[in-house]
């Protein structure tokens, strides 16, 4: 089994953020857009990846956006606080994914799928709590940490998933005591993030709802979004899809405006 520690070790791995990430996120975090803006401008690789992050056919621009102002008005606050934590996310992404069948490319559209489509959803909730918004930044980052876990364990995986056919979860847990939505919260607490995101991500498990009610609406509609996005073709290749375990029950009520919003057929 893998013990606590060693989960612990690989969370530890992530880097610190540079100076100027870290400015760009404080600034962003006290409401100054603009000034935020000007920070971003001075580290050439997150203005390019906010770049190429917005010019995605997700945001249905025509013309090329290259400005970062620009770009942080059109994600606006929270938005852009969203995409530079995504951005630190990608500097942990392996240059090569030995586990799950995912390249550095498909692990982006990745993020940026479960980005867009969980701002539609908070917009369609009204909910502009920056709080809340950051929370789905977790997710991509303990799939990271799970590639790393499960390539170090690669024939106990192969044993269990032969002898049963269980999900990724149950064999992350049986491996090191944690699930997927544990191991967001450990990442969370590294990055001081809120108890209020943490909280959501473990209610987005589907098996630990909240007393509160708005986190258990955000849970259950983030619980669909994982669902769904993972269900796609290219993160069924990619093995992703064994991640999620689906709770019909726990969302039955939310799954009609669900399906409307993602406009499913």
Same mark, same amino acid.
């Given at each position: 089994?893998?013990?606590?520690?060693?989960?612990?070790?690989?969370?530890?791995?992530?880097?610190?953020?540079?100076?100027?990430?870290?400015?760009?996120?404080?600034?962003?975090?006290?409401?100054?857009?603009?000034? #935020?803006?000007?920070? *971003?401008?001075?580290?050439? !690789?997150? /203005?390019?990846?906010?770049?190429? +992050?917005?010019?995605?056919? %997700?945001?249905?621009?025509?013309?090329?956006?290259?400005?970062?102002?620009?770009?942080?008005?059109?994600?606006?606050?929270?938005?852009?606080?969203?995409?530079?934590?995504?951005?630190?996310?990608?500097?942990?992404?392996?240059?090569?994914?030995?586990?799950?069948?995912?390249?550095?490319?498909?692990?982006?559209?990745?993020?940026?799928?479960?980005?867009?489509?969980?701002?539609?959803?908070?917009?369609?909730?009204?909910?502009?709590?920056?709080?809340?918004?950051?929370?789905? #930044?977790?997710?991509? *980052?303990?799939?990271?940490? !799970?590639? /790393?876990?499960?390539?170090?364990? +690669?024939?106990?995986?192969? %044993?269990?998933?032969?002898?049963?056919?269980?999900?990724?979860?149950?064999?992350?847990?049986?491996?090191?005591?944690?699930?997927?939505?544990?191991?967001?919260?450990?990442?969370?607490?590294?990055?001081?993030?809120?108890e209020k995101s943490?909280?959501?991500?473990?209610?987005?498990?589907?098996?630990?709802?909240?007393?509160?009610?708005?986190?258990?609406?955000?849970?259950?509609?983030?619980?669909?979004?994982?669902?769904?996005?993972?269900?796609?073709?290219?993160?069924?290749? #990619?093995?992703l899809n064994d991640?999620?375990?689906?709770?019909?029950?726990?969302?039955?009520?939310?799954?009609?405006?669900?399906?409307?919003?993602?406009?499913?057929?």
């Amino acid at each position: 089994m893998i013990t606590q520690e060693k989960v612990d070790s690989y969370i530890k791995k992530i880097p610190p953020a540079p100076q100027t990430l870290k400015q760009t996120l404080l600034l962003l975090q006290q409401g100054e857009l603009t000034k #935020a803006a000007t920070k *971003a401008k001075e580290d050439l !690789a997150l /203005a390019s990846y906010l770049i190429e +992050l917005v010019n995605k056919p %997700l945001f249905g621009f025509r013309n090329e956006v290259t400005d970062i102002s620009q770009i942080f008005g059109i994600l606006g606050l929270e938005g852009s606080q969203q995409a530079v934590y995504n951005y630190m996310i990608s500097l942990l992404s392996p240059s090569q994914w030995k586990f799950f069948h995912l390249t550095k490319n498909s692990f982006y559209d990745l993020q940026a799928e479960l980005t867009t489509k969980y701002t539609k959803i908070l917009t369609h909730l009204n909910i502009k709590d920056p709080d809340i918004q950051n929370a789905i #930044a977790l997710l991509p *980052a303990s799939i990271i940490v !799970a590639e /790393a876990l499960f390539c170090e364990k +690669l024939e106990d995986v192969a %044993l269990l998933r032969s002898v049963n056919e269980i999900d990724l979860n149950t064999i992350l847990t049986r491996l090191c005591g944690m699930d997927l939505f544990d191991i967001c919260q450990r990442i969370g607490e590294k990055w001081n993030m809120s108890e209020k995101s943490m909280e959501i991500i473990q209610c987005a498990s589907g098996i630990k709802p909240s007393k509160d009610e708005e986190i258990n609406k955000v849970g259950k509609w983030m619980h669909l979004l994982l669902f769904y996005t993972l269900s796609q073709p290219t993160y069924i290749n #990619a093995g992703l899809n064994d991640f999620i375990d689906f709770h019909i029950d726990f969302v039955e009520n939310i799954y009609a405006d669900f399906a409307q919003l993602m406009e499913i057929q």
